[in-house]
């Protein structure tokens, strides 16, 4: 099947400063990609829709200026957590649907970040 | 605004048992829906995706089927194994965009 990676896997920082989280399609091309956020035993949690070439679409009750989306191309999307605080931490998901595969959405292994 | 229920919340079985997890839907207006793998600590891995024209889709051990006009669908295991313990996700997608809708999963412990 199709993969999705993701970069870093982990992360730690410290309070105020800025993470990136890259996601990848490896082997097919995504115009759309989204982004969920998973906290310890909860499901996950839709933040955006990351648009190739367009603005992100975000969920209700997601900050976008603290949240920032960049899809550069068909195959990478970036999410930039800003000014991360504590209550960030969390496990952040991408996933891309496989056109060829029925829309199949398949996911990046997760990155785990925890802000002292 | 969709919702999807998983039932039950977790399952203990032992080894060989065949077993149901079902999910629940309430807009019956789906794109497809899809059943997901998820280990400790781990991405999603697919397990099923099922069309809302098509009934069931079969792979392996696995069977899914969806009944779109009730809002349900069940993932069946046969003979279950230590290795199927994880946590399973039921997602529907309403299309427009392929979001997914998740429920909060069945926690699975097969025991050897």
């Known amino acids: 099947g199709a993969v999705v990676s993701q970069h870093p896997s982990w992360v730690i920082c410290k309070s105020g400063t800025s993470v990136k989280i890259e996601c990848r399609s490896l082997d097919f091309q995504a115009t759309t990609m989204f982004w969920y956020r998973q906290f310890p035993k909860q499901s996950l949690m839709l933040m955006a829709t990351?648009?190739?070439?367009?603005?992100?679409?975000?969920e209700q009750g997601v900050e976008k200026d603290k949240f920032l989306i960049n899809h550069a191309s068909l195959t990478l999307s970036t999410l930039t957590v800003t000014s991360a605080h504590p209550e960030d931490s969390s496990f952040y998901i991408c996933?891309?649907?496989?056109?060829?595969?029925?829309?199949?959405?398949?996911f990046g292994p997760g990155t785990r970040l925890l802000v002292l | 605004k969709q919702e999807v229920t998983q039932i039950p919340a977790a399952l203990s079985v032992p080894e060989g048992e065949n077993l149901v997890l079902n999910c629940s839907f309430t807009d019956s207006a789906i794109y497809n829906l899809q059943w997901f793998r998820q280990d400790p600590g781990k991405g999603l891995t697919s397990l099923l995706l099922i069309q809302s024209s098509q009934r069931e889709q079969t792979s392996g051990r696995l069977n899914a089927s969806l009944d779109k006009s009730s809002g349900r669908s069940t993932l069946y295991i046969a003979a279950s194994q230590p290795g199927d313990s994880a946590t399973y996700l039921c997602?529907?997608?309403?299309?427009?965009?392929?979001?997914?809708?998740f429920g909060a999963g069945t926690i699975l412990r097969v025991k050897s």
């Open positions: 990351s648009n190739e070439g367009s603005k992100a679409t975000y």
């Open positions: 997602a529907v997608s309403a299309g427009g965009g392929n979001k997914l809708v």
């Open positions: 996933s891309a649907p496989e056109r060829l595969a029925g829309e199949t959405q398949y």
